[in-house]
T-cell receptor
């Protein structure tokens, strides 16, 4: 079946613009995660949803970052007033069941954001 | 602070060699550990998932081990091939929420 998809794949924004990044998880996956990956680094956790509930947003770097998953499927990560330090690849992952320790996370291809 | 460290940062080997990638973590109370592969410009592909109660997992030419007491995991790749060239990432779930803490990765180059 289809994997995790993300759009757009590439986004160039001028400093100060708002951007919205979309994630379509694998159908039926309860849990959804957002990560930020800077060049040459491992991904860093941003936030996590179980169905429509945002259970952990401790990794969001500032209040300019906002994520939602209103119907428990598609999620959007929004970044307001983008700054150059926001340039990174934003990865989305989904996982099957509530018993998260038992299941793998499946990652999308990412959205590469470049802020100029 | 819960951290994951991978060494070396980069590794180059001739085709056919067996190799070991290392991952260490600061807190032995983990729920699971996952090894991923990342090709340039791509997302992450899960290779192996080891539950905290397990000591190792195998898939084809890959074998991952887990030693919680010493805070270490290794990924063993047998008979390496040029197609194995990629960045390998180790990630740990410390909280049983699925939130993964990643190492910085080891970039592997297998030369024909």
């Amino acid at each position: 079946g289809a994997g995790v998809s993300q759009s757009p794949r590439y986004k160039v924004a001028k400093r100060g613009q708002d951007v919205a990044l979309r994630c379509d998880p694998i159908s039926g996956h309860v849990s959804l995660f957002w990560y930020q990956q800077a060049l040459g680094q491992g991904p860093e956790f941003l936030t996590y949803f179980q169905n429509e509930a945002q259970l952990d947003k401790s990794g969001l770097p500032s209040d300019r970052f906002f994520a939602e998953r209103p119907e428990g499927s598609v999620s959007t990560l929004k970044i307001q007033r983008t700054q150059q330090e926001d340039s990174a690849v934003y990865l989305c992952a989904s996982s099957q069941l509530r018993e998260l320790s038992s299941y793998e996370q499946y990652f999308g291809p990412g959205t590469r954001l470049t802020v100029t | 602070k819960q951290e994951v460290t991978q060494i070396p940062a980069a590794l180059s080997v001739p085709e056919g060699e067996n190799l070991v990638l290392n991952c260490s973590f600061t807190d032995s109370a983990i729920y699971n550990l996952q090894w991923f592969r990342q090709d340039p410009g791509k997302g992450l592909t899960s290779l192996l998932l080891i539950q905290s109660s397990q000591r190792e997992q195998t898939s084809g030419r890959l074998n991952a081990s887990l030693d919680k007491s010493s805070g270490r995991s290794t990924l063993y790749i047998a008979a390496s091939q040029p197609g194995d060239s990629a960045t390998y990432l180790c990630a740990v779930d410390f909280s049983n929420t699925g939130k993964l803490i990643f190492g910085q990765g080891t970039t592997l180059q297998v030369k024909p």
